[in-house]
């Protein structure tokens, strides 16, 4: 009888089916043989992110490699609440915890933004991926990633129909979730900026816009990694999959 391993679940991009096989890159090879110890007929799970869960078995070739034979999809896909994150980039293993937690939070999109104080110049788009799909095999949603763009220019093209909620560090202390519930529900965005806030007249250009909603985290000033996990588990709570 095929080993079974439940708790070993693989991302894999090709689109999956009844029947389909999948050949394993070095690395995920390395992983199920060498890592997790798996032979010939030992049965995982694998995902694409989008038709859902599926039970496969492991055929090993040659020296190194596998191959992985979908056999029957044990559930279907199942996504997270439609909020985007919309983030500052920050330094790398700040910004690896960040995109990961943020995707086991379930959100349906990342995208970085450039702001006046962000003090990180470019984001390495393969590294975020590669920590986006870690995550995703913990919590099976993977989330799309956004090249980053300019704050100024992503407010200028914003569909004011996607409602932001926006961590503002200097507003009055009060109760958020009695803020956010007044909200319809709909699709969301969750912005948090920059180590050290956002320059002024971001800050006045966001408190005008008619379809931002600014929150207060508290009396205690947060890392922007932690401000992250703090809004996303709030807006989750109050607006998202966890009511």
Excluded at 4 to 11: D, F, H
Excluded at 67 to 91: M, S, T, V, W
Excluded at 104 to 109: I, N, P
Excluded at 189 to 212: I, K, N, S
Aim: charged share 25%.
């Amino acid at each position: 009888m095929a080993k079974r391993n439940p708790s070993v679940r693989l991302y894999v991009s090709a689109p999956l089916r009844e029947g389909v096989e999948v050949e394993c890159d070095r690395s995920q090879a390395n992983y199920l043989r060498n890592v997790m110890r798996l032979g010939d007929g030992a049965e995982i799970l694998m995902f694409d992110g989008k038709s859902g869960e599926w039970r496969a078995r492991l055929a090993v070739t040659g020296k190194h490699g596998c191959i992985l034979k979908a056999l029957n999809r044990e559930r279907p896909q199942e996504d997270g609440p439609d909020i985007h994150y919309l983030f500052a980039p920050l330094k790398r293993a700040r910004l690896d915890y960040m995109v990961q937690k943020a995707t086991e939070l379930g959100v349906a999109a990342l995208r970085p933004v450039m702001t006046r104080r962000t003090d990180v110049g470019r984001l390495n788009m393969e590294r975020a991926h590669a920590n986006v799909i870690e995550a995703a095999e913990q919590c099976g949603v993977l989330p799309e990633i956004f090249e980053p763009v300019p704050l100024d220019r992503l407010l200028d093209g914003w569909d004011p129909s996607r409602r932001i909620v926006y961590g503002d560090e200097t507003a009055t202390v009060a109760s958020p979730v009695e803020k956010l519930a007044v909200l319809k529900e709909g699709p969301l965005a969750v912005l948090v900026g920059p180590e050290g806030g956002f320059d002024p007249e971001e800050q006045e250009r966001l408190r005008h816009l008619l379809y931002v909603t600014p929150v207060s985290l508290g009396p205690r000033v947060m890392r922007a990694d932690t401000a992250a996990v703090a809004l996303l588990a709030l807006v989750n709570a109050v607006l998202g999959d966890w009511q």
